[in-house]
């Protein structure tokens, strides 16, 4: 069977109606020009570039954005969520998917050309997201039921050899990660959203400054259509606990684990299994 020819950009490029939206703290935009190359190369119709950093330090400062990248600076740290919402609630008028991207990733080369295809194939998903390893190629595992307030506690104060069985039911390590599943909870590194359940749920929830924003996203995401991990293709993603390095952004992580349960429920997910 013969698929149609997909369209394409000036100069040979497949061309996807995908909007990507990555924000910047205190990172140069030089560090992502391979992310930002990758993306383009496989169709991104436009790239939304944010930079959350403080008025003393400018992610763009002596670049030209090429065609099809917007940059954005807003001289000050509106939080992960609100600040991709300045790109999510334009490119859901624009395009038919829209990618929440992590600016520590690195995509293969079919990567947006996959999830894509599925999505177009299957309605139902709103959501998807694919295999993720780190860059030694150890799978993570970020695929989560509904957390319960315990489930935070021990990821964060309990040694890594503590609580192993539980571990492995919140990741859902029940699962093959070699094949598909849904999940209450996606990992906001890679989020691949259909835009009309993008806008019907409008977004991140702005209370979420920092942390558990893809928690409660992907919650809302699965009220209206379904969440998908898809392992048919991968991403390498360098993943940083910095809620573990810093006692300010642990501070924010507890915030919000206030703001989740307030939201969502204490008492709702059993607390040990």
């Known amino acids: 069977m013969i ?29 992502i020009l391979p992310l930002l190359q990758a993306l383009r190369q496989q169709g991104a119709r436009l790239i939304y570039l944010i930079d959350n950093s403080p008025k003393e330090f400018d992610a763009f400062q002596g670049w030209s954005p090429p065609t099809g990248v917007i940059t954005v600076s807003v001289r000050k740290n509106l939080g992960y969520g609100r600040a991709h919402n300045l790109a999510v609630r334009d490119s859901v008028r624009r395009h038919k998917y829209h990618l929440i991207c992590n600016p520590d990733v690195d995509i293969k080369a079919d990567t947006l050309a996959v999830l894509s295809q599925m999505m177009d194939e299957r309605t139902d998903v709103g959501l998807c997201l694919p295999r993720v390893v780190g860059p030694d190629g150890v799978q993570h595992y970020l695929c989560k039921r509904a957390p319960s307030p315990i489930d935070f506690l021990i990821r964060r104060f309990a040694p890594r050899s503590w609580f192993a ?10 699962h093959s990660y070699d094949e598909e599943m849904e999940a209450t909870f996606l990992s906001g590194c890679f989020m691949f959203f259909r835009c009309d359940v993008l806008a019907r749920i409008d977004g991140f929830d ?12 992907s ?6 259509a379904r969440n998908l991990y898809y392992p048919m293709t991968k991403i390498v993603h360098a993943h940083q606990r910095g809620a573990y390095k810093s006692l300010r952004l642990f501070s924010y992580f507890t915030i919000s684990i206030v703001r989740y349960f307030n939201k969502w429920g204490w008492f709702e997910q059993r607390w040990f299994r």
Do not use: N, W
């Not at 702005?206 to 409660?216: I, T």
């Not at 919650?219 to 209206?224: D, M, T």
């Open 3 to 31: 698929e149609p020819e997909k369209p394409r950009a000036p100069g040979g490029r497949i061309s996807l109606s995908l909007g990507v939206s990555i924000v910047l703290y205190r990172t140069p935009v030089q560090a």
């Open 165 to 174: 069985k539980h571990r492995a039911h919140f990741e859902m390590r029940d």
């Open 206 to 217: 702005e209370r979420f400054f920092l942390y558990l924003e893809d928690a409660d996203l």
């Open 219 to 224: 919650r809302r995401s699965q009220r209206v």
